[in-house]
């Protein structure tokens, strides 16, 4: 198959219409009686980088990061012109960072004070400081200079998007919404890195499909992202993320002619018979036999396998986002998520437990 026919693919599959989820209905959502749980969490994405396992400490040290996140290019388009020295705008930093005057900037997360043309021009051109030590080449004094430069778009790496996940414990339904979004500026300072957040913007959420095809949308990925689940702040309910994936297990062995578990990765998706789903927290045991490296001697290693309770340590995430120049906002599609449990003595890499369809 060429290329052309898979980027076509991608396009039919991601066909379909967008629905909006207002801000401003988060309130009447904490005070919904049948949401039971709620978390709020920041989570940074690197739209432009694969950070799989065994993470490289450059890697760590570029991104300040060592959770899973991967891109999947979906469409990229742009204006070509004859000044061929003048890079094409391929990154999404450079759609965020070049608004007109109609796009709807914020100061902070919380989307209630709304920046300026002005302000939001400042908040891109972004002065920062550095640091220079020399010495007098007489006295050999040290000498420390404070130097000023603008934000460069290369340092625009990283996007933290606000999200809530929000649970249902009558129907065991995990709902992720993203609200938010900030490109973040990033830089090496005394061997550290430095993150400082530019302005704030808000999500469309979509509920459906996108249609690719749409001349507006000129910049669109899929990515995937571990969150830690201790980053999660739970706002609404009593425990925290990992008890939320504990009572869900539970409701899928109580429920497993009606429920839709699936696992595997990568392109294809297979679900658990009703009898898996029954046995999924069922523990195992496993006997393994190695040879001491040296010594050649046996050794016999006795595994327990199982989804024992707290299993869950991340959670992995996968979504669609879009950008559509026209209406100048990012859209967000959810299409599933899964419990990573602790890497066992064999494992090298987080994989998730199983994996849940958005929606179904």
């Not at 060592?66 to 759609?95: A, C, G, M």
């Not at 603008?150 to 998007?161: A, D, G, H, Q, T």
């Not at 699936?262 to 046995?279: C, D, R, T, V």
Request: hydrophobic share 40%.
């Amino acid at each position: 198959m060429n290329r052309s026919l898979i980027f076509l693919t991608s396009l039919l599959i991601l066909m379909s219409s967008f629905q909006a989820f207002s801000f401003q209905k988060v309130d009447e959502l904490l005070a919904d009686p049948d949401i039971t749980w709620v978390g709020e969490v920041y989570v940074d994405y690197i739209p432009n980088a694969n950070i799989l396992e065994p993470v490289e400490e450059e890697t760590l040290n570029l991104y300040g990061s060592d959770d899973y996140n991967s891109f999947e290019l979906l469409k990229i388009q742009n204006n070509v012109t004859d000044d061929w020295l003048k890079p094409l705008p391929t990154q999404l930093s450079h759609r965020l960072l070049q608004l007109s005057k109609n796009a709807a900037v914020y100061k902070d997360a919380s989307l209630n004070e709304k920046l300026s043309y002005g302000a939001y021009q400042k908040a891109v051109r972004h002065e920062l400081l550095d640091t220079i030590i020399t010495f007098d080449p007489e006295t050999f004094e040290e000498v420390v200079q404070i130097v000023p430069f603008n934000l460069e778009l290369s340092m625009v790496k990283i996007f933290r998007v606000k999200q809530l996940l929000t649970y249902n414990e009558s129907t065991n339904k995990l709902n992720i919404i993203p609200l938010a979004i900030a490109p973040i500026a990033s830089m090496m300072k005394n061997k550290k890195l430095r993150k400082e957040v530019l302005f704030w913007m808000p999500i469309k959420e979509a509920f459906k499909s996108i249609n690719l095809k749409t001349s507006s949308i000129d910049w669109a990925k899929r990515l995937t992202k571990d969150i830690p689940s201790k980053a999660v702040q739970t706002i609404k309910g009593s425990g925290n993320m990992t008890s939320i994936f504990d009572k869900m297990v539970a409701y899928y062995k109580t429920h497993s002619s009606t429920s839709k578990v699936y696992y595997g990765g990568g392109q294809e998706l297979n679900p658990w018979n009703a009898s898996e789903i029954e046995n999924m927290g069922s523990p195992s045991v496993d006997t393994i036999i190695t040879f001491h490296p040296e010594t050649f001697e046996e050794i016999v290693q006795v595994i327990k396998y199982g989804i024992e309770p707290n299993f869950t340590v991340k959670v992995r995430l996968i979504q669609d986002w879009v950008w559509n120049s026209k209406k100048q906002e990012m859209q967000i599609r959810v299409l599933g998520f899964g419990p990573v449990p602790e890497k066992d003595a064999y494992s090298t890499t987080y994989s998730p437990t199983y994996y849940i369809k958005y929606g179904e």
